[in-house]
């Protein structure tokens, strides 16, 4: 049996993706790979997981019919692990060049039993975990699918992010006043600024305990919390945020976005 993860559980499931999608698929499937946090290695039990599958070419309606039966019956089978999986499947001549980023794909948001078009994992960064760290479950190594990605075309979408995603929560903080989103904005921000000044991708882990010391004491506790904040999203989406932590979190959200402007001058 192929070990992938730390968690036995966890690679059965991949087993059952794996299995589900050569039927769907069949000639179609190039390559299933983890992308994410157990590919960067920060991974627990609390982690997305998070995986590509590249395809030879675009799905047909029968194909995509095909991946909404049998996601949904792996959803409603009852393994957790299961019900955290995020992923998309990409073609290989989108997925080959990061100037394809932002065009949608089918896509399974996490927590979801069904696919939807959407570009959230056609992204330059999710390519450039892919190709640097990305697991195989089958198929070429990633390197083999994806072309170089320059440092400069990197930051360039981050910056982006940053400015995009900042600006969207500061015009509608309401959308995000909750536990879940709270710890959220806060670990990814701290990655994407740790991620624009090093030209890399990193973890959350990572970004968290440099934004502890890069950004000041201020926001060192806040980076804690916003850690231990990550078990049981489900609930946590419908509990309220801490008042105190959410201005702060908005606070972040101002330095950040000040930040990577002064990067992009």
Request: proline share 6%; net charge negative; glycine share 8%.
């Amino acid at each position: 049996m192929p070990v992938w993860t730390p968690y036995p559980a966890l690679d059965a499931v991949l087993r059952r993706l794996l299995d589900g999608v050569r039927t769907a698929l069949d000639e179609c499937l190039l390559g299933a790979y983890l992308q994410g946090s157990f590919a960067v290695g920060d991974a627990d039990e609390h982690s997305d997981v998070d995986f590509i599958v590249a395809t030879t070419a675009a799905l047909s309606p029968d194909q995509v019919d095909g991946l909404q039966l049998f996601h949904a019956a792996l959803f409603d089978a009852g393994p957790e692990w299961a019900r955290h999986l995020e992923g998309s499947y990409i073609p290989c001549e989108i997925l080959r060049h990061p100037g394809r980023a932002g065009e949608p794909v089918w896509y399974l948001d996490h927590g979801s039993r069904s696919l939807q078009p959407d570009s959230h994992c056609n992204t330059v960064v999710v390519r450039w975990i892919l190709r640097e760290h990305g697991v195989v479950l089958t198929g070429p190594h990633p390197q083999d699918l994806i072309d170089p990605i320059g440092v400069a075309d990197l930051r360039a979408e981050i910056i982006r992010d940053i400015d995009d995603w900042g600006g969207e929560i500061l015009d509608r903080p309401d959308r995000y006043r909750n536990r879940f989103y709270q710890s959220f904005i806060v670990l990814n921000l701290a990655r994407m600024l740790h991620d624009l000044g090093t030209g890399t991708v990193g973890s959350k882990r990572t970004g968290a305990e440099w934004a502890k010391t890069a950004l000041g004491s201020r926001w060192a506790g806040l980076n804690d919390r916003a850690w231990a904040g990550r078990p049981d999203p489900a609930r946590a989406v419908r509990e309220p945020a801490d008042e105190s932590d959410f201005a702060l979190t908005l606070d972040l959200v101002r330095e950040v976005m000040a930040r990577a402007g002064r990067a992009d001058r």
